[in-house]
């Protein structure tokens, strides 16, 4: 399974940024599918994740309101819409996915996941 992330750039406080991340699974739509970050110096976190059919999610207490995951089953492609960004988003963003959590759950455990795209980089300036 390859995921390809994309979107990431530098934007000024307040700014807002979409994420795409495509998946080459063919079992896209049954996978959860998470976003997390990775700030210099500090460990992985915990951003977003999307059940199978989109209708739960889950946030970080950080982005809850200002970031909205959602998916299309049909492109095998999940996005992060990130409005009112913070110096403190500064991070490379992954996308990940998990293909063992059952339909109509979440999971914000990264040791669930069990692909990972490359990574992309987003910027806030203040």
């Known amino acids: 399974v390859q995921l390809q992330a994309s979107g990431g750039g530098m934007v000024q406080a307040g700014g807002s940024l979409r994420l795409s991340c495509a998946s080459s699974s063919p079992t896209f739509s049954r996978s959860v599918m ?23 999610t889950q946030y970080a207490a950080s982005v809850k309101g200002r970031f909205t995951i959602s998916r299309d089953n049909a492109e095998n492609t999940v996005y992060l819409a990130m409005n009112s960004l913070k110096p403190e988003d500064t991070a490379l963003y992954y996308c990940a996915a998990d293909e063992e959590t059952v339909s109509g759950q979440v999971t914000s455990a990264l040791q669930r996941y069990d692909y990972w795209g490359q990574g992309t980089q987003v910027t806030v300036s203040s």
């Open 34 to 56: 998470g976003w997390f970050r990775q700030a210099p110096g500090k460990e992985r976190e915990f951003v977003a994740a999307i059940s199978w059919s989109g209708y739960r």
